[in-house]
């Protein structure tokens, strides 16, 4: 079964800074991986996915993430942080032949931008 | 469209008692999922239909029911609550699986006291 590793369950960055958030999965075949943002008192919305093809995938808001399978990881990232970007941001991993839209969440990572 | 609505929004029950909670999508999408979400555990799975009258178990299964007799409703069942299903749910569709993204109601507060 795969499992999302999700390091730090609460960042701190100032607005403007570097946001990077981390993400390992364990699977014996690269999946489907997703980045999801959690507003406060909603629901989950995707920032962006990687299926296949380029490993660098860009989202909305600014935010890009890189599938690198030597590391099974899938980290996030925005260059410069804005008041509007603090949230909970969940990575989610799916198998490429899993039944259903079955997704194996990490525990989720919470960003506080400073002004 | 109104995407993926879920009712009640907040829920308080007692021990032992049973409830309903609603899912609608108005996409037409196949696919559809109920997950619960705890502090620090993310999202798991409870169960999931991959059409009309077609369900099957997610991760945490136990002490919840579904049907899906139509492709727009999939209503999640608590047969007899426990404090331990106090969580938010939420409920998600999507066309298909694999590489499809879900879209995800708003979500149920539920305090079993």
């Known amino acids: 079964a795969q499992s999302v590793t999700q390091l730090g369950s609460h960042v701190s960055v100032s607005e403007g800074a570097l946001v990077l958030l981390r993400c390992n999965y364990s699977?014996?075949?690269?999946?489907?991986l997703f980045w999801y943002v959690q507003y406060p008192n909603q629901g989950l919305q995707l920032l962006l996915k990687?299926?296949?093809?380029?490993?660098l995938v860009k989202g909305i808001n600014g935010f890009e993430a890189e599938f690198k399978k030597s590391e099974t990881s899938f980290h996030l990232t925005k260059p410069s942080a804005h008041m509007s970007d603090a949230a909970e941001y969940f990575c989610a991993v799916t198998m490429i032949k899993a039944a259903g839209n079955k997704l194996t969440f990490g525990g989720g990572t919470r960003v506080l931008v400073k002004p | 469209n109104a995407g993926v609505t879920q009712t009640p929004k907040f829920q308080v029950l007692k021990t032992g008692q049973s409830m309903t909670l609603q899912c609608a999508q108005d996409?037409?999408?196949?696919?559809m999922s109920w997950y619960r979400q705890d502090p620090g555990m993310g999202l798991r799975l409870i169960h999931y239909?991959?059409?009309?009258?077609?369900?099957d178990q997610g991760e945490v299964p136990n002490g919840y029911n579904v049907s899906r007799s139509t492709t727009e409703d999939f209503p999640l069942r608590l047969l007899s609550a426990a404090p331990s299903q106090t969580s938010v749910y939420f409920c998600?569709?999507?066309?298909?699986?694999?590489?499809?993204?879900?879209?995800f109601g708003p979500g149920t507060r539920l305090l079993v006291l």
């Open positions: 996409m037409n999408h196949e696919y």
């Open positions: 990687y299926t296949t093809g380029a490993t």
């Open positions: 699977s014996s075949v690269p999946p489907y």
């Open positions: 239909s991959v059409g009309a009258g077609i369900t």
């Open positions: 998600a569709s999507s066309q298909r699986g694999g590489s499809e993204t879900q879209y």
